[in-house]
Structures are given as C-alpha cells and as structure tokens.
T-cell receptor
Framework: IAGITQAPTSQILAAGRRMTLRCTQDMRHNAMYWYRQDLGLGLRLIHYSNTAGTTGKGEVPDGYSVSRANTDDFPLTLASAVPSQTSVYFC??????????????FGAGSRLTVL | GENVEQHPSTLSVQEGDSAVIKCTYS??????FPWYKQELGKRPQLIIDIRSNVGEKKDQRIAVTLNKTAKHFSLHITETQPEDSAVYFCACLTSGTYKYIFGTGTRLKVLA
C-alpha cells in the first residue's frame, strides 16, 4: 500500500540519549518534512527536504538533524534528547512541484516521551 | 518569518448548524491554502484546498473562501454532523518554497 511509514510508533527515552525516528515513503515524492505536534501549538515544521541530497530548517530546528540520502528515506535524529522534545512527530511528503498538486500526505506519527 | 493565525481555538455547534474557522497569513507570496482534519489519535487528512487564483471552492458540505487582499481564508462546514467533530488545521504554502506553515488548530465539537 502506497504511503508513508514511520517507526517507532511510540518510544520512551531517557534524557541525554540519542534517538532516530525513521520515515520511508514509496510514492516517489520529491519533498519530505518533519513536524512536531504539541497541544495548543499545532503542527510546527522542524526540517524539510526539497529533494534527495538537500535539507532545510523549519520553524523549530534546534536539537534535531535530518538527512536525505535518497528519495524514499528521511530520518530525524535527536542527538541528545531533552524533556521538551516530548511530542508527537509526523513525517510528511508532497510531490514538491510549486504549481502541481502540492498535497501533503502524513505518516501515522511517532509518539516520543523523554524522561 | 511566515505566520498563520487560526481562530477560534475551540468551537461548539449544535448538530445541523454551520461552523466557520478563519485563518490569517502574513506572507503575501503564499499561493496554496489547504485544510486538514485530524481525528483523535489519527494523522491529519486533507479535506479541501484552494489556490490563490480562486476565490471560493466547495465540496458537498464544506467550502473554503480566500481573500487575498486581506490575506485570510476560511473553512465553512454546513449541516454539521457528529462525525465532523475533530481538530481542523489551516496551512499555507509560499510560492517558490516547499515549506507548509500550519495554524494552531481548531477543536470542533458538534453536539447531538
């Protein structure tokens, strides 16, 4: 089934530990994104990638890094997790054409708790 | 930077009544405005979108209007039903970028 797969679904992590959230899409979309969702704050963009090999910073990039080695994968890494990074993380993708469909498709989310 | 304000944050309506959610954006270069619905524990799903060359778009009970001069757009849901209860997010995409900026969400409750 075409779409976006995120892993893990849920994780509890000790502060200071390193964590990578995985995201894979099979729609051959050019653009991929990571958002975090917190109550009352909506969806905030962490990092994005226009195409394989390029990445950009979103609204709240501090404490996070990403890579885009190929079209399908867009992992998000927390180098040293802190409690304020407790959130639900959504990966998303779009075909990335400015004048095209632009529809953003979301993964099911990863719930991360940092203690 | 780009900013999207969404109001109200919560909205309760009686079943059968209409609901209106409004968003204001700051970047005049924004040219694509989607609305997403998120049910509890689920991922956001696109319900309707509008481009900057159109003033209004309708799909059955939902419609979106865009006022480019005032830089705001609104979601209208008519004949609301209990299954419309969810959190709704507006978003903007600025021309020439791939960055979608979201509003803070509106929790809609439809009372039976």
């Amino acid at each position: 089934i075409a779409g976006i797969t995120q892993a893990p679904t849920s994780q509890i992590l000790a502060a200071g530990r390193r964590m990578t959230l995985r995201c894979t899409q099979d729609m051959r979309h050019n653009a991929m994104y990571w958002y975090r969702q917190d109550l009352g704050l909506g969806l905030r963009l962490i990092h994005y990638s226009n195409t394989a090999g390029t990445t950009g910073k979103g609204e709240v990039p501090d404490g996070y890094s990403v890579s885009r080695a190929n079209t399908d994968d867009f992992p998000l890494t927390l180098a040293s997790a802190v409690p304020s990074q407790t959130s639900v993380y959504f990966c998303a993708s779009s075909d990335g054409h400015h004048s095209g469909a632009n529809v953003l498709t979301f993964g099911a989310g990863s719930r991360l708790t940092v203690l | 930077g780009e900013n999207v304000e969404q109001h109200p944050s919560t909205l309760s309506v009686q079943e059968g009544d209409s609901a209106v959610i409004k968003c204001t954006y700051s970047d005049s270069a924004s040219n694509y405005f989607p609305w997403y619905k998120q049910e509890l524990g689920k991922r956001p799903q696109l319900i309707i979108d509008i481009r900057s060359n159109v003033g209004e778009k309708k799909d059955q009970r939902i419609a979106v209007t865009l006022n480019k001069t005032a830089k705001h757009f609104s979601l209208h849901i008519t004949e609301t039903q209990p299954e419309d209860s969810a959190v709704y997010f507006c978003a903007c995409l600025t021309s020439g970028t791939y960055k979608y900026i979201f509003g803070t969400g509106t929790r809609l409750k439809v009372l039976a």
